[in-house]
């Protein structure tokens, strides 16, 4: 039987450990996809929190510094000046007052990936299959130059 072979089960064991690994590990290319994935949408929504915190930023100030904007505001809660005299009708509802929408909490999702124990055993299994295929075409090579 030639050894030399056998060191092959060995590297084939290896080859598909350092494989899986590479590609579906921990650190893997998949797991670095879904974190890239994952960094965008954080990225975005940071913009859209930047955006509103702009937006309410100028509306801040534009109550603190312009009076008409903070009369029209006082007459939709339904405040008047000391001059001015509300005709209230019954029946018509009341107007829609503007919500601030604060955004929204985006959680972090983690990465999915294949655990270092199964890549372990299918390594494992893998090496062993090639040394059992080995083993087998050796067996039937010697008996076959026994019988012939």
Sequence with gaps: MNMAKYISVLWAGVFIYTSLTVSFGAIGLSA????????????????????????????????????????????????????????????????????????????VARPQYTSERFIRNTALFAGFAVFIGLAIFDILKFSKEKNG
């Excluded at 879904?34 to 915190?53: D, S, T, V």
């Excluded at 509306?59 to 904007?69: A, E, G, R, V």
């Excluded at 008047?80 to 959680?107: D, H, K, M, N, W």
């Design 32 to 107: 670095q996809r879904q974190l890239e994935r994952e960094h965008a949408r954080q990225e975005a929504n940071l913009a859209n929190l930047i955006r509103l915190n702009h937006e309410l930023e100028n509306t801040m100030n534009s109550l603190l510094y312009d009076k008409d904007t903070l009369a029209i505001l006082a007459r939709d809660l339904g405040y008047a000046s000391s001059s001015e005299r509300f005709v209230r009708i019954v029946g018509l509802g009341t107007t829609q007052r503007a919500r601030t929408y604060p955004g929204s909490i985006v959680a």
